[in-house]
C-alpha cells in the first residue's frame, strides 16, 4: 500500500516536471541539387526580430559559425544570401497538483490520489529559422531553424542563440549527394 502511494506520487511529480521542460529542437533541409562546394562567401540581407539587440547577435552567431566552416562574410555581392527571421507561437502546458492521498479507491488501485487541481499555463516559444538564397538563382539552398531559442528572456536568449545555431550548422555544409 505504501509502495503504491510512493509510485503515484512519483508519477505526479514527473508529470508536473514533464510540461516545463522543452528542449531546443533543430531542423535542417537543403536542396539536394546546389553544389555547396561553389559557395565561399555570404552576404546579410535582413534579419527580423521583435527585439532590435537580438538583430546583431543572430549575425555574430551565424558569422562565427559560417566562418569556422570556411566561409567568408562580404558587405554584398556574397555567393549566398543570408535572411534570419524569429517567429513565436504560443504554447501550453498542463500542470496538476495532486493534495492528499485520501483513502479510497480509484483506477482499481487501494489508496487513491485525492484531489487534483489542473492548471493551463500558456507562454510563448520562439523559432530562429535562417535562410540561405543562392544570390544567383535566387532559389533557396538551405534552411535551419531552432525552436525554443528566443524568449522574452535576454539573459536565455544569448544563451540559448548561440547553442541552436550551432547545432543548426552542425552537419554544414552538406556533404554532395551521391548521383546514381
Known sequence: MKVQRVVF?????????AGKSSAQQVKTDYDRNANF??????SWEKVQTKDPFMV????EAVNSTLAAKGWT?????GDVEVFAIETTQN???????????GGGRRWGF??????????????QVGTLVIDLFDAKTEKLIWRGSSSDTLSDNADKN?????????KMFQHFPPAPSKKH
Do not use: C, H, W
Not at 506520487?9 to 516536471?17: E, N, P, R, V, Y
Not at 546583431?56 to 549575425?59: H, W
Not at 562574410?73 to 555581392?77: C, I, K, M, T, Y
Not at 544569448?158 to 550551432?166: F, M, P
Open 56 to 59: 546583431e547577435r543572430i549575425k
Open 73 to 77: 562574410l562580404v558587405p554584398s555581392g
Open 9 to 17: 506520487a512519483l508519477m505526479g511529480m514527473m508529470l508536473l516536471f
Open 158 to 166: 544569448t544563451k540559448n542563440l548561440d547553442k541552436g545555431v550551432n
Open 110 to 123: 487501494g489508496g487513491g490520489f485525492g484531489d487534483a487541481t489542473t492548471t493551463v499555463e500558456t507562454y
Open 91 to 101: 504554447q501550453q502546458t498542463l500542470d496538476t497538483f495532486y493534495n492528499g492521498f
Open 37 to 42: 562546394g561553389q559557395y565561399k562567401t555570404y
